[in-house]
C-alpha cells in the first residue's frame, strides 16, 4: 500500500474520544462518549457556515434596498432595518455555534492540538467547492490524528521502561509511571504526524519531561556527536567554545525518537536579530560568542534549516538546535539574517583539526539519511489554503527536482501529482528525504523514491 494514502480504516472511523488529554492511566472504560461524534460536529460546522453564508447574502440584498431608499426615516427604511439587525443578530448566533463546536472538536484531541481549518474564522465568500476541501481536510485530520495519538500512546507504553533508564533519574518500577501526551507544534507530515511532549509523572519523584518525535533521528543524533567530539578537543586545537550538547535515541526500530527536553525560549525571528534583545549584558555577550560557534560549524558542515522554529534560547545564552535533520552543504544554515550573515565575525578560520572532523561526518553522512528542502516548507503551507495552487505547486517540485544536476526524476509525473495532492487534501505538509543514492517523496522507502543519482561520466 502506498504510505501516502489514507487508510481505508481511518476514513471511516467515527470518533468519540474524550474531552481531556490522552494519559497512559485513562481506561477506556471511564470514557464518556460525545453527544455528537467528530464527523457530526464536522458537519453541523458547515451547515451552519452555508446558513451564515444565506444570510449574509440576505443581509447584502436587504442594504442595498435600504440604500435605494431616499427616505431613511420611511416605515419601509424602518422595517429593513429591523429585518438587517435581525439577520446580523443571527449570524452572530451561528458563528458562535461555530466557535463553541470547534473548541469542542478540539477537545476531543490531546492537550495543543489547533485545528487546520476554522470556518467560523473564513471568509463567507468562499464558493462551493472550497467548502467541500476544506471539509475533507477536516474530516480527514480527526481520523489521522486519532489514529496516530494511539499509536504514540502505545509506543511510549511499550518503550517507557527503555526512556526512563536512558532520560530518567533512575526509576526501576515503570509500572507506577504514567505519562500524558501534548502537542508541542509544528507541522503534520506523513499521515497527521507531529512531535510531542511525554510528561512522566512518579508517586515519589519530579517529573520527567522528554520529546517524542515520530521519525528517526539517525542524522540529528551524528549531528550532536560531531558537536561533542569538537567539544572534546583541546583548547589549542579548536577555535571557539563549546556547542550545545543533550541526548536522543532512536526507538521502535528506528520509527520514532526520543529527545531530552530542552528548557529554553522559543525565537521570533532570526538568531542573529534576536541578540540585540537580550536585556542580560553578560548573558548577550554569551549568546553572540555561541551562535559565531554554531554558525561557525553549521555553515562548514552543511547543517542547514535553523530557522527560528528550529531553534531554542536557553537563559544562559546558548543557541540549542531541536530539529537537525537537513544536510546540505552550501546552503545558509538560517540562523543569520541577511544583513548579518555578511558580518566577516560570523565566519571565523576554523583549526586544522575541527576541519578534520568535520569533513569525517560529511563523508559518513553520504550514506545516511536526511530531510531534503525542495521547497520551503512555508510554501507548501500557503498552497494548503487554496486548492487550485495545489497541482502547481507539485509542478513546481518536479521543475526544481529536474534542474536538479546531480539527481534524475524517475517518477511518473503524472503519478506524482495524484500522490502530492493527497498528502496536501488531508492537511499533511508534503516533506522528501534524500541520501546519496535517491531522493524520495515522504519517509525514505524503496517505495517512496522519485528520483536516483546521475551515473559519474
Known amino acids: ?16 474520544s474524550p474531552k481531556q488529554p490522552i494519559s497512559s492511566d485513562l481506561p477506556e472504560k471511564h ?38 431608499i431616499p427616505d431613511q426615516k420611511s416605515e419601509v427604511a424602518k422595517k429593513l432595518k429591523s429585518k438587517i439587525r435581525e439577520l446580523e443578530k443571527k449570524d452572530e448566533h451561528l458563528e458562535q455555534a461555530m466557535k463553541e463546536s470547534e473548541e469542542q472538536l478540539k477537545s476531543q484531541f490531546i492537550e495543543g492540538r489547533e485545528l487546520p481549518v476554522t470556518l467560523s474564522r473564513m471568509n463567507l465568500a468562499m464558493s462551493d467547492s472550497q467548502i467541500k476541501y476544506f471539509k475533507g481536510i477536516l474530516t480527514s485530520k480527526i481520523g489521522l490524528w486519532k489514529a496516530f495519538e494511539g499509536r504514540a500512546k502505545d509506543t511510549i507504553e511499550e518503550h517507557k ?10 526509576s526501576k518500577n515503570s509500572a507506577d509511571v504514567k505519562f500524558d501526551l501534548k502537542v508541542l507544534g509544528g507541522d503534520d507530515h506523513n499521515n497527521g504526524q507531529s512531535p510531542l511532549l511525554v510528561t512522566f509523572t512518579f508517586p515519589d ?30 583548547p589549542d586545537l579548536k577555535s571557539h567554545g563549546d556547542l550545545p550538547q543533550y541526548k536522543i535515541q532512536d526507538i521502535d526500530g528506528g520509527k520514532g525518537s526520543i529527545w531530552e527536553f530542552i528548557e529554553g525560549q522559543p525565537l521570533h525571528t532570526e538568531a542573529s536579530s534576536t541578540i540585540n534583545k ?28 535553523l530557522h527560528m522554529e528550529n531553534v531554542l534560547l536557553t537563559r544562559d545564552g546558548q543557541w540549542v538546535p531541536i530539529d537537525l535533520e537537513v544536510v546540505e552543504p552550501g546552503h545558509a544554515t538560517g540562523l543569520l539574517s541577511s544583513q548579518a550573515s555578511k558580518d566577516p565575525k560570523f565566519s571565523p578560520e576554523l583549526k586544522q583539526d575541527e576541519i578534520m572532523l568535520i569533513d569525517k561526518f560529511l563523508d559518513q553522512q553520504e550514506k545516511r ?42 517518477v511518473d509525473p503524472k503519478q506524482f501529482i495524484k500522490q502530492f495532492s493527497a498528502c ?34
Open 369 to 410: 539519511v536526511s530531510r531534503y528542502v525542495i521547497v520551503a516548507t512555508a510554501s507548501f503551507i500557503q498552497a494548503s489554503t487554496d486548492p487550485s495552487t495545489i497541482e502547481p505547486m507539485a509542478q513546481e517540485v518536479l521543475e526544481t527536482l529536474s534542474k536538479n544536476n546531480e539527481f534524475k526524476l524517475t
Open 278 to 305: 537580550i536585556q542580560d549584558q553578560d548573558v548577550r555577550i554569551r549568546a553572540e560568542e555561541n551562535l559565531i560557534r554554531l554558525e561557525q560549524i553549521c555553515s562548514r558542515a552543511g547543517i542547514t534549516d
Open 1 to 16: 500500500m502506498n504510505p501516502l494514502s489514507l487508510n481505508q480504516e481511518v476514513q471511516q472511523t467515527v470518533i468519540d
Open 205 to 234: 519523584k519530579s517529573p520527567l519531561k522528554v520529546v517524542y518525535k515520530p521519525r528517526s533521528a539517525q542524522t540529528d543524533a551524528a549531528i550532536l556527536d560531531l558537536f561533542a567530539k569538537l567539544n572534546s578537543l583541546h
Open 31 to 68: 470514557v464518556e462518549p460525545q453527544v455528537m461524534s467528530s464527523h457530526q460536529m464536522i458537519n453541523f460546522i458547515c451547515d451552519k457556515f452555508l446558513e451564515r453564508q444565506t444570510i449574509n447574502k440576505q443581509i447584502s440584498e436587504a442594504e442595498n434596498e435600504l440604500d435605494d
Open 424 to 457: 496536501m487534501e488531508k492537511g499533511d505538509v508534503p516533506f522528501f528525504t534524500k541520501n546519496s543514492d535517491a531522493i524520495c517523496f515522504g519517509h525514505f522507502a524503496e517505495e517512496n523514491i522519485i528520483a536516483i543519482r546521475k551515473p559519474n561520466k
Open 161 to 170: 521502561a527503555t526512556i526512563l533508564e536512558q532520560f530518567g533519574n533512575g
